[in-house]
């Protein structure tokens, strides 16, 4: 399995920005999933959104759809999550994960068996 490894995250007020950054210990095969879960404190864990890395299609939840961005660096095997329009409600422990590209269309924590430590992102009214 591949190793996931987050970073980008902090303490940010309402109406602000952040990029995260998830580096994968080595490449990502063309036919892989890699995907971004949050959890908030008494949550269950939900995905943010998802892109194919062969592809480059991407795939947004609800809680993501117009403020939120995935992208990749297929050079630095490295995934981005760029949040902006951030809410209180955006805080949560943020994870990324990786699966085979069949998983995209999943939004079950269950079916991604690599996960990072997760970097958490705090949004103050």
């Known amino acids: 399995q591949v190793q996931l490894v987050e970073s980008g995250g902090g303490s940010v007020q309402t109406g602000g920005s952040l990029r995260l950054s998830c580096a994968a210990s080595?490449?990502?095969?063309?036919?892989?999933?890699m995907a971004w879960f949050r959890q908030a404190p008494g949550k269950e864990r939900e995905r943010v959104g998802a892109v194919a890395t062969g592809t480059g299609a991407t795939y947004y939840d609800d809680l993501a759809k117009g403020r939120f961005t995935i992208s990749q660096d297929n050079v630095k095997n490295t995934l981005y999550l760029q949040m902006n329009s951030l809410k209180p409600e955006d805080t949560a422990m943020y994870y990324c994960?990786?699966?085979?590209?069949?998983?995209?269309?999943?939004?079950?924590?269950?079916?991604?068996?690599?996960w990072g430590q997760g970097t958490q992102v705090i949004v103050s009214s």
């Open positions: 994960a990786a699966e085979s590209s069949t998983f995209c269309f999943s939004s079950r924590p269950r079916d991604f068996r690599s």
């Open positions: 080595r490449y990502i095969a063309s036919g892989a999933c």
